[in-house]
């Protein structure tokens, strides 16, 4: 069905607080395990309908943020949440002491059962107040960041139309950009500490009342990590300094040289050829047509999935005046359609939008067939690394986005996921330190910061202020608002160059490999799912110095 025909009504929470009550006492009456999975089923349908409505209300309320019925409809869900998401848990807690647990297991997976564990551990009603306290905080650094104002040419900008200037090839206009860039951080840098203060008093708050000796544990709990920890998490820093660190520092020698520049500052983040970084060509509608060809080419799969995607009108991705901001993939339980939403602005990212959004909505394409539900519930360390890799496998057809410069954009892509690494361990490590010693002060906070930066991007100079006095964290928004959340980026961008190794020597194979780590999905453990489809999982001791061998040699050949 067509999304625009998909039919909406307000879901009734005080019905589906009946049917969960129902729910729940049919599964304590159940007289075994089949059983208990038969009425199950009914759970799927029940959670399935809530949440396809809810997220069709969102949906349009994002692609029209004037519209006002749907954004009634965006609030109504907002506030009724949390207290569904109780009904959820309440639900899974009969179903987790289960006397037939080991039947149900066999059907469901251990790994549903681990989450469900988790998501008992992260919550209780005690912190409800203190959760609402920390998602206002949240909101107050968006609101923040999203407020600014920046002058620029008789003109009004906010932060993410600077950006363009930011990357300009032009070196005075990106002087410029980022002198306007830096002074409004600095314009508000007392409230940004001030915020962030809250925050980490707030979550160690949590952390405490839960029983915790800090807020690393929950944090760890509450992102779901169901099979390592932080001292798994810490090894793979080291090997990242040890190996990766002194390949990056190459990348970028090269990268300085090719810009002409006799010394590289956080200034040319993001600039990558001297001429400018390859911009697609085409329209957006070009480019959308163009995305289907090339599934239409990759294999049978992706085909399927795209003519699914295309025939239904599961994208809103033209931008538009009344649309929200941002990007992203989501899914429509009860029509088995995922849905990507994004704002197309003519820079390389439109083709991400294709590649990465895409590789989202393929793995939830492709789950969605699977019957157990639970098997959907990936982490964030593996569902990108279903994005990730797509952004490689569609490698062969950038000619056709690109046109002459689309080697250009092979080589920017690969050393941009390179030189990636260290900035997204540091922050990862920066978490660990903060929440660690939650009574830092700001300037502590900063000069933890400052010295990270020395050991994970020595190849930077520090000439401005903002920088020296190592405030660049706060516009990193996971920092604030989604705490140690970006290892997983890390994490999936090393097995998505496993990938792209794996292809160039023989794309058939690994290719093969993607769709199996696809359809696995949520229904192992990460490290057993990497071993099955012939990844290495990246905790390995070693595993980073291989990758790097091999990362040198294609990097070498390519410029
Ligand atoms: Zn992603």
Same mark, same amino acid.
């Given at each position: 069905? /067509? ?156 932060? @993410? ?18 002198? /306007? ?9 007392? #409230? ?15 952390? /405490?009342?839960? +029983? ?32 990766? %660190?002194?390949? %990056?520092?190459? %990348? ?14 956080? /200034?040319?983040? +993001? ?27 990759? @294999?049978? #799969? ?86 990730? @890799? ?122 093969? @490999? ?19 489809? +012939? ?17 040198? %040699? ?6």
């Amino acid at each position: 069905m /067509k999304f625009r025909d998909m039919p909406y009504r307000r879901v009734d929470f005080e019905e589906v607080r009946r049917k969960f009550q129902k729910l729940t006492e049919e599964l304590q009456s159940a007289r075994n395990g089949q059983e208990q999975f038969e009425i199950h089923q009914r759970y799927y349908e029940l959670t399935g309908e809530v949440e396809t409505f809810s997220t069709i209300a969102s949906i349009r309320h994002d692609g029209d943020t004037t519209d006002s019925y749907y954004r009634e409809e965006n609030d109504y869900y907002d506030v009724s949440m949390p207290a569904y998401q109780d009904m959820v848990l309440a639900y899974q807690k009969i179903l987790f002491q289960s006397p037939y647990r080991k039947e149900l297991e066999q059907k469901i997976g251990q790994v549903a059962f681990k989450n469900m564990e988790l998501s008992f551990k992260g919550f209780d009603p005690k912190i409800i107040g203190l959760m609402q306290e920390e998602n206002a905080l949240a909101t107050e650094y968006s609101n923040l960041l999203a407020g600014a104002q920046i002058e620029w040419e008789g003109e009004i900008l906010n932060l @993410s139309l600077l950006t363009p200037y930011l990357q300009s090839q032009d070196q005075k206009i990106r002087n410029k950009a980022y002198k /306007k860039y830096t002074a409004y951080f600095e314009s508000v840098g007392e #409230e940004l500490d001030l915020i962030y203060d809250r925050l980490v008093k707030n979550r160690t708050e949590q952390a /405490k009342i839960l +029983g915790y000796k800090n807020y690393v544990e929950l944090g760890y709990y509450r992102m779901n990590r169901n099979s390592y920890g932080p001292t798994e998490v810490e090894k793979f820093r080291e090997q990242i300094k040890k190996d990766f %660190v002194p390949f %990056v520092k190459k %990348v970028q020698e090269r990268r300085k040289a090719r810009l002409g520049l006799d010394k590289l500052t956080h /200034k040319e983040e +993001g600039v990558y050829f001297p001429q400018g970084n390859p911009k697609p060509i085409g329209t957006p509608e070009e480019i959308l047509k163009c995305g289907q060809e090339m599934y239409g080419k990759l @294999s049978s #799969e992706t085909k399927e999935f795209m003519d699914f995607m295309m025939e239904n009108e599961l994208f809103d991705v033209l931008g538009r005046k009344t649309k929200s901001g941002g990007g992203y993939m989501t899914y429509l339980p009860n029509y088995h359609a995922p849905f990507i939403f994004a704002n197309f602005n003519g820079t390389s990212g439109d083709v991400d939008v294709i590649t990465h959004e895409c590789g989202h909505a393929f793995q939830g394409y492709l789950s969605g067939m699977d019957p157990i539900r639970e098997h959907a519930e990936i982490t964030m360390e593996t569902a990108e690394i279903h994005s990730m @890799s797509m952004e490689f496998f569609t490698n062969p057809w950038m000619e056709d986005f690109f046109g002459e410069r689309y080697k250009d954009f092979l080589n920017m892509q690969l050393e941009d996921a390179v030189i990636f690494i260290p900035y997204g361990t540091m922050v990862d490590e920066f978490q660990h330190m903060i929440y660690e010693n939650p009574d830092m002060t700001p300037k502590q906070r900063h000069e933890t910061w400052r010295k990270l930066e020395e050991e994970y991007r020595p190849y930077l100079s520090y000439e401005d202020s903002f920088f020296d006095e190592g405030r660049i964290w706060q516009k990193q928004r996971h920092i604030y608002m989604s705490p140690f959340y970006y290892i997983d980026y890390v994490l999936a961008q090393i097995c998505a160059f496993q990938y792209k190794i794996w292809m160039d020597e023989n794309y058939e194979e690994a290719w093969s @490999s993607y769709l199996e780590l696809c359809r696995l999905s949520a229904s192992d453990f990460y490290g057993n799912m990497l071993k099955k489809v +012939g990844l290495k999982v990246p905790f390995e001791e070693g595993s980073i110095k291989e990758i790097v061998n091999k990362l040198e %040699v294609k990097l070498a050949e390519k410029i």
